[in-house]
């Protein structure tokens, strides 16, 4: 009986051992979720072969990236720095700082907008551009 006891319990702190090597499972933490743009609009998947293209983009600061709009949906997730996004809403002009951590939605033709690094250090930014085969990420307004 003692044996057996024994036996038992050697099971149980093999078993546990075992327990606290164990490989933990993976992580997921949703960074950013939106429909809609910083202007609230609704922006649309064009049509064509789906590529997906994912830029890390680095803006010194007082760099700017002229007024544009993009023919395809954009999500920004902002790593390091602070970035100022200026867009023309309904020929309204507003202003976001979005800081590390946050993210935003791009992607409406009717919503032009530029980005500038006001800050003292540099902004870097991983941007996915849900777009189709030949078509640019952005389009240059004048």
Not at 18 to 25: I, L, N, R, W
Not at 91 to 106: H, I, P, Q, R, Y
Request: glycine share 10%; proline share 8%; with cysteine.
């Amino acid at each position: 009986m003692v044996f057996r006891c024994l036996g038992f319990t050697a099971s149980l702190l093999v078993l546990a051992a075992g327990a606290v090597q164990a490989t933990p499972g993976p992580v997921m933490e949703e960074l950013f979720r939106s429909s809609r743009t910083l202007g609230n609009r609704v922006v649309a998947y064009p049509a064509g072969t789906p590529e997906m293209r994912i830029f890390r983009i680095t803006i010194p600061s007082g760099a700017k990236i002229p007024l544009h709009t993009h023919p395809s949906p954009v999500v920004v997730l902002v790593e390091q720095g602070a970035l100022t996004n200026v867009r023309i809403v309904d020929g309204v002009e507003e202003t976001s700082v979005v800081k590390a951590g946050d993210g935003f939605l791009e992607g409406h033709p009717g919503e032009p907008h530029y980005v500038i690094n006001r800050g003292d250090e540099p902004v870097i930014s991983l941007v996915t551009f849900a777009s189709v085969e030949g078509m640019p990420n952005l389009i240059r307004v004048e």
